[in-house]
């Protein structure tokens, strides 16, 4: 049996099988996390997963973000859309943009929030 592969899906898994390189990436993602001052959620961990695939996809269709969604098995606009959603894009550094992203986020829907609280100028 191969590590980490578990011979019957219903069964429930086995943290001793999990394969050792899987271990230490883990363990890496959660001290990075806490450098930053975050927890290494299921929910952060998926974006952050989901915002590698879509960069690398990209990178390895040479920026062509229709070849990149078809290896990714999805389409187009939602490449564009989960960057948008991700906070990631442009030319920078995947890693860094991915660090990032949650921070962002949460900074825009503050300022978005702070923004509706005041009342609109009033015109002349």
Known sequence: ???GI???PSSKPIVDDLDPEVDAL????????AEQG???????WLEDAEAW?????????????????????????TIYTRKKRLGI????????????????RRARKRRARAGASETPPERE
């Not at 229709?66 to 187009?76: D, Q, S």
């Open 53 to 77: 695939m879509i960069l690398d996809a990209i990178e390895r269709a040479g920026g062509n973000h229709t070849r990149a969604a078809r290896a990714l098995g999805i389409g187009r606009r």
């Open 26 to 33: 883990l363990a890496k993602l959660r001290l990075r996390a």
């Open 6 to 8: 578990r011979p019957d």
């Open 89 to 104: 894009g442009g030319d920078a550094e995947p890693r860094l943009q991915i660090a990032g992203a949650r921070a962002r």
């Open 1 to 3: 049996m191969q590590a």
């Open 38 to 44: 975050r927890s290494l959620t299921l929910r952060t």
